[in-house]
T-cell receptor
Framework: DVKVTQSSRYLVKRTGEKVFLECVQD?????MFWYRQDPGLGLRLIYF???????EKGDIPEGYSVSREKKERFSLILESASTNQTSMYLC?????????FGEGSRLTVL | GDSVTQMEGPVTLSEEAFLTINCTYT??????LFWYVQYPGEGLQLLLK?????DKGSNKGFEATYRKETTSFHLEKGSVQVSDSAVYFC?????????????FGRGTSLIVHP
């Protein structure tokens, strides 16, 4: 089975802090994605990556950056966390269009 | 652009009732279609998929048929259980230069009562 592991299930950070969300997949997938999920808004794509060191902006990249130094790892970075970034963050890898998600990281910014 | 429309929830059913969650799509070309399920507090899991017209995806008693003529991919289950309570997402992937960017519906919440 494909396994996508997100480093933290729950995080509480303060406004202005730098936040790292880590995601690791074990199936050598080329495509990886970061989404945020908010009630009533569904899933919104932040960034995706189709290869090592390659990244593309999704629908809501503002306030976020990403890093993909190794194929299995895709990191989401909040340079200066703000309260409107309180959300559930979901990482996924994909193969032939099918996505495999991690369990999610629920971030609260105070 | 591509889009996916799902029926709004919540859908509330009694145990052993028949389930249908409607999903329609607009896309250029020939997309692949997917259903995902999200249990409370968890990430999404792939439930089933279909990659071409008239294909039927099935898993755990759920089924969906890729209907190109009606651009639909409705999710059905003959007899739901309390454990099926979750949010269900319909999605499509229209290959664009090999990037495989998915388009999701908003999700439909299903609540099954004993």
């Amino acid at each position: 089975d494909v396994k996508v592991t997100q480093s933290s299930r729950y995080l509480v950070k303060r406004t202005g802090e730098k936040v790292f969300l880590e995601c690791v997949q074990d199936m050598d997938h080329e495509n990886m994605f970061w989404y945020r999920q908010d009630p009533g808004l569904g899933l919104r794509l932040i960034y995706f990556s189709y290869d090592v060191k390659m990244k593309e902006k999704g629908d809501i990249p503002e306030g976020y950056s990403v890093s993909r130094e190794k194929k299995e790892r895709f990191s989401l970075i909040l340079e200066s966390a703000s309260t409107n970034q309180t959300s559930m963050y979901l990482c996924a890898s994909s193969f032939r269009g099918a996505l495999f998600f991690g369990e999610g990281s629920r971030l609260t910014v105070l | 652009g591509d889009s996916v429309t799902q029926m709004e929830g919540p859908v509330t059913l009694s145990e052993e009732a028949f389930l249908t969650i409607n999903c329609t799509y607009t896309a250029t070309g020939y997309p692949s279609l997917f259903w995902y399920v999200q249990y409370p507090g968890e990430g999404l899991q792939l439930l089933l998929k279909a990659t071409k017209a008239d294909d039927k995806g099935s898993n755990k008693g759920f089924e969906a048929t890729y209907r190109k003529e009606t651009t639909s991919f409705h999710l059905e289950k003959g007899s739901v259980q309390v454990s099926d309570s979750a949010v269900y997402f319909c999605a499509l992937v229209a290959s664009s230069g090999g990037s495989y960017i998915p388009t999701f519906g908003r999700g439909t919440s299903l609540i099954v009562h004993p």
